[in-house]
């Protein structure tokens, strides 16, 4: 599976959008790019995830290159309780890789009043 | 729908001793997972199961176990307790290999090998 590069923080106000940066430079053309957070401690909790297609949930969007090396999930109005490490993971869905996922080290968000 | 049960949330074991970490899901999920997260890090896969009766070995194995005698459970044995295995252990499942399906994880375990 590809790798991913985050930065390790960053802060945002609350009630303004949150734009958190991924980069998949190697990714591979059925590598899909899922996003995960972890709220203190807590288990991680899925978000979005996309091929190449722009995706929107009730949670978040995924904003997904032409050329796929690099991707931004947006928190449209961010809320003190989204605090928490962002993961970005690309994978391919197939049975012989058992659908795992490799977590880095994310990306810190901070949720500022 | 209970999702993802893990048991115990906390646990100090003295080292040498085992312990079982519980894993259930009520989803009919056919993947499971047992992840660790040691402060500050990500989270580091140790085993998995695509199925009863089928489990394999992730990123970290060295002093677990694993067994899936059946859909719902995945419990996760440690032998012979180190002080390296001090970590929360999180399990995992999905419902299977369509990348539409994400995973569901339950709450952790924190364990502290003293």
């Known amino acids: 599976d590809a790798k991913t590069t985050q930065p390790p923080s960053m802060d945002c106000a609350e009630g303004r959008a949150a734009n958190l940066p991924c980069n998949h430079s190697t990714i591979s053309g059925n590598e899909y790019v899922y996003w995960y957070r972890q709220i203190h401690s807590q288990g991680p909790q899925y978000i979005i995830h996309?091929?190449?297609n722009n995706e929107t949930n009730e949670m978040a969007s995924l904003i997904i290159t032409e050329d796929r090396k690099s991707s931004t999930l947006i928190l449209p109005h961010a809320t003190l309780r989204d605090t928490a490490v962002y993961y970005c993971i690309v994978r391919v869905a197939q049975e012989a890789a058992g659908n795992k996922l490799t977590f880095g080290g994310g990306t810190r968000v901070l949720v500022k009043p | 729908n209970a999702g993802v049960t893990q048991t115990p949330k906390f646990r100090i074991l003295k080292i040498g001793q085992s312990m079982t970490l519980q894993c259930t899901q009520d989803m009919n999920h056919n993947y499971m997972y047992w992840y660790r997260q040691d402060p500050g890090m990500g989270l580091k896969l140790i085993y998995y199961s695509v199925g009863a009766g089928i489990t394999d070995k992730g990123e970290v194995p060295n002093g677990y176990n694993v067994s899936r005698s059946t859909t719902e459970d995945f419990p996760l044995r440690l032998e012979l307790a180190a002080p390296s295995q001090t970590s929360v252990y999180f399990c995992?499942?999905?419902?299977?290999?369509?990348?539409?399906?994400?995973?569901?994880f339950g709450s952790g375990t924190r364990l502290t090998v003293v």
């Open positions: 996309g091929l190449k």
């Open positions: 995992a499942s999905s419902y299977g290999l369509r990348a539409n399906y994400g995973y569901t």
